[in-house]
């Protein structure tokens, strides 16, 4: 009988699950969220400034020590046996797609072409590691885990809503022990069932299944980064680096108060260096196309800071001398996740979709800014799917791209 092939069997593969392995005694604990490698860019003698805009308050640090969590992509689990699944498997990919990335990055950063499509300018051994590394970098980060929990935990909120009635809940826990619970076992899971309810406890994925759930992420969205029009912008003034730095704007047609997604996004945009921007369009809009538009002025490069400041989740890193996301006052991140119910589908005339959505910062802000840069959007048509017509008139098929 032939034997069935393991994924670890693949060449590559086993190669990262035996660089994993060797990894588990002598790689460090402290796992960047933002790599090393791409902070260096704004360290001077080794030391970069590291700005808590909630806090208000900043302070030198080196690289090597910024943007770290203990043990974040650790995949440790009773269901993960450590010789199928090295704990340190998942950073070892990330430190593999980091190392790859380098040469495509730097190129950009040098190079800084004018016109449109720049990933096209480059043999795609050189810009799809960059496709990877930017993929990988939206999704690794605080804001998707968190993200990816309360999914989970409104999931659970909404399939057990019913059980918060006591004799609804009795019915249910006597189906499944065989037999009638005692008033006990009815009254622990009662009040189990009210604290889910009310947030007090939640339910959701292991912290090694929620790394796992970074890697699937950054597989959908890839394809979505290669696929826009990339074009490198030099800036007059510094650019600040915060720790979710690959930052999607929607533009005209998409609300303020809510992330857009890599499909509807009218540009994504990522600081290569202080000096360098990635801003990567959608493919329906076109860019004003002139080689002295092609620097930020001063405005610009400060329109830009304030939408790359909004979407850390906590630090925003800069040159030790520059103070810029210091001067910033931004709203406080409301809840992560928002879900508006009350849709329906065409094949359902009952209101009983709901919808699920991140919000940004000005999710709860009397006024909201303008989006950046004003002559991006002089010909840019509706982001498709993005603007969610009354809820009466709502269907998930009416979801089609929209023309001015």
Known sequence: MKKKRRIEDHPDVARLFEAARRNVDSAPRKHHLVPRMHLDNWAVDDKLRVVDLDAGSSWLSNPAKAARRTDYYRLEHDDLPPEDVPPLLFETILGKVEADAVPGLARLREDAPTGDLVQTKYHPDLIMPVVDFLAFQAVRGERHRTTVYKIYAQSYQTLYADLVDRDKLAAELARRFGRAPTEAELEENHTFMQDLADGTVTIGPAEAAATV?????????????????????????????????????????????????????????????????????????????????????????REVNRE?????????????????????????????????????????????????FKRTRWANSATQPPWPIERWWTAAPIAPGAEFPRKDNWSLSNLEPRRR
Request: with cysteine; net charge negative; hydrophobic share 40%.
């Open 213 to 301: 759930e970074v890697g699937k992420m950054a597989e959908a969205i890839r394809d979505l980064i290669l696929e826009r029009n990339w074009r490198v912008y030099r800036c007059s003034r510094p650019l600040v680096c915060p720790d979710e730095p690959v930052v999607p704007v929607g533009g005209p047609g998409t609300r303020r108060t809510e992330v857009p997604g890599f499909l509807n996004a009218g540009v994504v945009l990522f600081p290569l260096d202080p000096m360098t921007l990635l801003a990567m369009f959608r493919m329906d809009i076109e860019v004003l196309e002139t080689a002295v538009m092609q620097t930020l002025d001063p405005s610009e490069v």
């Open 308 to 356: 790359l400041s909004a979407n850390t989740q906590h630090y925003v890193f800069e040159r030790p001398g520059d103070h810029i996301a210091e001067t910033f006052t931004l709203p406080r991140w409301p809840s992560v996740m928002d879900f508006e119910g009350g849709y329906r589908t065409v094949d359902d005339p009952e209101p009983n979709v709901t919808r699920q």
